[in-house]
């Protein structure tokens, strides 16, 4: 049963205003980026274009194909049953962080590979350091005391020209040590 249309606000106020993702997604221009989202994108009660957000594979190609987009990536997986993080949070953390940092720095966002990041907790989906090194070109190290996850994570660097060099990932073989 479809619904009266809904009027949606222009922007999604609550994400930080450098973060890309603050308009509803254009899934005709997602779909375009990353075709493998099509097969998840329908109709919702109110006659919009959308995914099933209760579909983790759904949820997984939106992903891919917001990286894609806004981000450059080429390749992007996870293995079944690892976090899926949803890319817009993600990105506004990272904005977040950075204005922490400009609050350091003269006013100014440090930008560049002379800024490391160190991503405690890298996962299998390595969306921080993607993020990180899109917005403003810094440089990350990932750990993780999961071998899976270090190993998806290499995966998606390996094969994305643009991270590589730029992303350094390592297994903490000491799950009670952080560093």
Not at 37 to 44: G, T
Not at 140 to 160: K, M, Q
Request: aromatic residues 10%.
């Amino acid at each position: 049963m479809l619904h009266k249309k809904k009027e949606h606000p222009k922007e999604k106020s609550n994400l930080h205003q450098r973060n890309k993702h603050r308009e509803r997604y254009d899934f005709k221009q997602l779909v375009a980026s990353c075709a493998e989202l099509a097969p998840y994108v329908i109709l919702n009660r109110y006659n919009d274009e959308s995914i099933d957000f209760a579909d983790p594979e759904a949820v997984k190609m939106l992903n891919k194909a917001l990286l894609k987009q806004y981000y450059d990536i080429e390749f992007w997986d996870i293995p079944a049953g690892y976090l899926c993080p949803p890319i817009p949070g993600r990105a506004d953390y990272i904005h977040h962080v950075a204005d922490i940092l400009c609050g350091s720095n003269y006013g100014k966002i440090p930008t560049g590979e002379t800024v490391k990041c160190f991503d405690i907790g890298v996962g299998a989906n390595c969306v921080y350091p993607i993020v990180g090194n899109k917005e403003y070109g810094w440089s990350f190290i990932g750990s993780d005391i999961d071998p899976v996850s270090i190993e998806s994570a290499s995966r998606i660097v390996e094969l994305n020209q643009i991270l590589k060099g730029k992303v350094e990932l390592r297994l903490q073989q000491k799950p009670r040590d952080t560093f």
